[in-house]
């Protein structure tokens, strides 16, 4: 792995000296056009911080050395070949190879708004107990009232940490409509801001497929971290169709991701909290799978209507 670093780190310089305020990582895979949209709009950021970029590719050959040649032109970008395909595995590479105490794990699909980097360090650097915090992704579909009773009912709805029956069921939404600075229970996977010394004992758990981003909450949590969500730093999901699971199989591998982590944290959750809410999240997939709802898609929209 080390020999593969160094091979294919982009640019040399003196990174493993220097530390920045902040290391974003990204995960990658057969979709350099994705990339070379998100390294442009984050060379657009009007951010007065230090930060470096490290981009983990596990692409066929031919588009890593794509991505190799486009990146090469970059300025304070690495470059690093994954020689495992999966995201926890080219996540905790990421981390192996950051300089900052302030980690923001990046989707290479998103579209971050031209502060987005400046108010998430901001709001990182003011609130020293923060030990996560995600961002706002603004093409988030609000719920109706009726999928929000339905979700209250079968404890899928996303409410504050210290309600410990919906903690303890295992199933978490995310908060579609939240305040300047607003404490949740789990982090977007799109966008997770982790300080570092979270991730030291327990990284991204490389047994995990799906709900990475479930996990790694609960390890923060577990270590009495806090975790926040802000609506002030803002990004589109553009939820690019190209390698995600297909809607047929993508509930039952969250399934059975789900089931890891609760055999993980036994002492976390209760196994009948966490069944009622299977029940009623296999009804809502059925229901969505009946009226050809695209599960691929989750409950993001069309982020082309959205203007950051």
């Known amino acids: 792995m080390d020999n593969e670093k160094n091979e294919h780190s982009y640019p040399k310089q003196l990174n493993d000296i220097i530390s920045m305020d902040l290391s974003v990582i990204i995960i990658t895979k057969d979709r350099p056009e994705e990339i070379q949209s998100l390294v442009s709009n984050i060379n657009d950021q009007t951010c007065t911080y230090t930060y470096e970029i490290i981009i983990i590719d596990s692409s066929e050959e031919t588009i890593f050395n794509k991505n190799r040649?486009?990146?090469?032109?970059?300025?304070?970008?690495?470059?690093?070949?994954?020689?495992?395909?999966?995201?926890?595995?080219?996540?905790?590479?990421?981390?192996?190879?950051?300089?900052?105490?302030?980690?923001?794990?990046?989707?290479?699909?998103?579209?971050?708004?031209?502060?987005?980097?400046?108010?998430?360090?901001?709001?990182?650097?003011?609130?020293?107990?923060?030990?996560?915090?995600?961002?706002?992704?603004?093409?988030q579909k609000e719920f109706s009232i009726v999928e929000k009773l339905y979700r209250n009912f079968f404890l899928l709805q996303d409410v504050n940490k210290y309600n410990t029956t919906r903690k303890l069921s295992g199933f978490y939404s995310f908060n579609n409509n939240p305040k300047q600075l607003q404490e949740t229970i789990c982090l977007w996977g799109c966008n997770m801001l982790i300080r570092k010394h979270y991730l030291t004992k327990r990284k991204f758990n490389n047994a995990i497929k799906y709900f990475d981003d479930i996990d790694i909450s609960i390890q923060i949590l577990k270590q009495g971290g806090n975790l926040f969500i802000s609506n002030i730093p803002k990004l589109l999901h553009c939820r690019t169709s190209k390698i995600r699971t297909k809607a047929s199989f993508l509930f039952i591998h969250q399934s059975h991701a789900l089931l890891k982590i609760i055999i993980y944290y036994r002492e976390y959750y209760r196994l009948p909290f966490f069944l009622w809410s299977l029940i009623g999240n296999i009804f809502l997939t059925l229901i969505t799978v009946i009226f050809s709802y695209d599960l691929s898609k989750g409950t993001y929209v069309n982020y082309e209507k959205y203007k950051l």
């Open 69 to 139: 040649n486009f990146l090469k032109k970059q300025n304070n970008y690495k470059h690093i070949k994954a020689l495992i395909p999966k995201k926890s595995s080219q996540r905790n590479l990421g981390i192996q190879n950051s300089n900052s105490e302030l980690l923001l794990f990046l989707d290479d699909d998103v579209i971050l708004k031209a502060n987005y980097l400046e108010n998430i360090i901001g709001i990182a650097n003011k609130n020293i107990e923060l030990a996560g915090l995600t961002g706002f992704v603004i093409n």
